[in-house]
């Protein structure tokens, strides 16, 4: 099934890594959508607190 997410490559401790290994099997999710989660999570967060962030996706390429 195609997606229209892009990958993003960076670097984790060995035990954040294996940490969040653990949490996305229990929560019956792979590690990577256990982080796209915890990041949207994050973004949320943030912009309850500071306000929406706009993006303009031309800039961004």
Request: with cysteine; aromatic share 6%.
């Amino acid at each position: 099934m195609p997606t229209n997410k892009l990958p993003f490559t960076f670097h984790l401790d060995e035990d954040v890594l294996l940490k969040i290994k653990i949490i996305a099997k229990a929560e019956t999710r792979s590690a990577s959508n256990l982080l796209e989660f915890l990041c949207k999570k994050c973004i949320r967060e943030y912009e309850d607190a500071n306000g929406e962030i706009t993006v303009d996706k031309k800039e961004e390429k």
